[in-house]
Structure formats: structure tokens, C-alpha cells
């Protein structure tokens, strides 16, 4: 199974990620979902393969949630759903699938999980922080 991931290029946490795991090894099927949307049946099999629920994955930071109504605890997942799909920005990212799981990547070093193996040598986030040490293993 090849890795997927739902990808944002303008977010940094998914830059990072796709970055990583190209740097596995790994040619991943990229989608950007906020050019082609989301379908109904595909957040929902997304979502229970994550252990995610709506609220949960809801993006609620540079998003239209808050001014949607949706951070009131009274909105229910139909509704946080619904809004998904009409606004796909609303969906936290990224999201990656591989033959290990599904996850939300957040943050990025989260991807480590799901690879078959780990970037050889160093490697850093976007921001220096760093991930792997020059003998191969994670940092932190």
C-alpha cells in the first residue's frame, strides 16, 4: 500500500510531513483536498480509521469555524460535518494513510509512526526544530 496524504502546501505541519516522508523512501499519493473537496463517505472512513470525530478534527484556527457557529458545544457532528464538506479548509491537516493506520499528523513527527522506515541520517523541521539525530533515530 502506497502512503496518501491530504495535503495543504500552505501549511507548514504538512510541508514538514510530506517532507519526511519523501525523505523515507516513500513517493506519496498526494491529495490537495482543498482544491478538490471532500466527499461525505470519505471523512467518514477517514475519520473512524483516525479515531477522529468531527469536533475533533475540526480545524478551528485560520478557519471559518468560529464564525460558522461551530465551536459552540451544543453543534453536533452532522452539522460540523456538513460544514466540512462545504468548506474543506475546516478539516484539520494533514492527514496520512499508510498499511500501518491513519492519522492526523499534528505535530508532524506524528507521520513517524505510519513509515515502513525512517529518513536515513539528520533532518529537521522547517523550523530547525529537530527530528532524527545523524545516526537515524528520533529526536525527542
Do not use: D, G
Given at each position: 500500500m502506497s502512503i496518501v496524504i491530504h495535503h495543504n502546501p500552505d501549511c507548514g505541519t504538512s510541508r514538514n510531513v510530506l517532507a519526511i516522508i519523501e525523505a523515507s523512501g516513500e513517493m506519496p499519493v498526494?491529495?490537495?483536498y482543498l482544491k478538490i473537496g471532500w466527499t461525505r463517505p470519505q471523512l467518514l472512513a477517514l475519520f473512524a480509521a483516525a479515531g477522529l470525530t468531527p469536533r475533533s478534527a475540526l480545524r478551528t484556527t485560520k478557519s471559518p469555524a468560529e464564525e460558522l457557529g461551530l465551536l459552540d458545544p451544543s453543534v453536533d457532528d452532522d452539522?460540523?460535518?456538513?460544514?466540512?464538506?462545504?468548506h474543506?479548509?475546516?478539516?484539520?491537516r494533514p492527514i496520512v494513510c499508510s498499511s500501518k493506520g491513519v492519522q492526523l499528523c499534528r505535530p508532524s513527527e506524528t507521520v513517524l509512526n505510519l513509515l515502513d522506515r525512517l529518513p536515513p541520517g539528520?533532518?529537521?523541521k522547517e523550523d530547525g526544530t529537530p527530528l532524527i539525530d545523524a545516526e537515524g533515530n528520533r529526536v525527542g
Open positions: 498526494v491529495i490537495e452539522t460540523i460535518l456538513a460544514a466540512m464538506l462545504k474543506p479548509v475546516l478539516v484539520n539528520a533532518m529537521s
